[in-house]
């Protein structure tokens, strides 16, 4: 099992910027995929982005593609969100979610752990 701990959200003009960090704790850290998810108010919780074990390969939602960066740290069993150029679309709860299966995936249902999320808040 690994307990996962987000911070770094805020509140931030739009054009600006934020880290968030996901710290895990429990079982190797290295032997999951990590992603990022948001959600906004009233809306259903989405994908943004995905690292693989290794940090070898990420993916992104098209929403945030070439804005936001996502990486992690091993050692420090850390995973990071780069977020640059934010807009007030961006708004949202932001989780950590770590993934025990052999693939890297998009999908909610195969992430088995959850942080309890970081609000970033983005005026206009």
């Known amino acids: 099992q690994v307990q996962l701990v987000e911070s770094g959200g805020g509140l931030v003009q739009a054009g600006g910027s934020l880290r968030l960090s996901c710290a895990a704790s429990?079982?190797?850290?290295?032997?999951?995929?990590m992603g990022w998810f948001r959600q906004a108010p009233g809306k259903e919780r989405e994908f943004v982005a995905v690292?693989?074990?290794?940090?070898?390969?990420?993916y992104y939602s098209d929403s945030v593609k070439g804005r936001f960066a996502i990486s992690r740290d091993n050692a420090k069993n850390t995973v990071y969100l780069q977020m640059n150029s934010l807009k007030p679309e961006d708004t949202a709860v932001y989780y950590c979610?770590?993934?025990?299966?052999?693939?890297?995936?998009?999908?909610?249902?195969?992430?088995?752990?959850w942080g309890q999320g970081t609000q970033v808040t983005v005026s206009s």
């Open positions: 979610a770590a993934s025990s299966r052999y693939s890297m995936s998009t999908y909610l249902s195969e992430f088995n752990y």
């Open positions: 690292i693989t074990r290794s940090g070898g390969s990420t």
């Open positions: 429990g079982r190797a850290f290295s032997t999951y995929h």
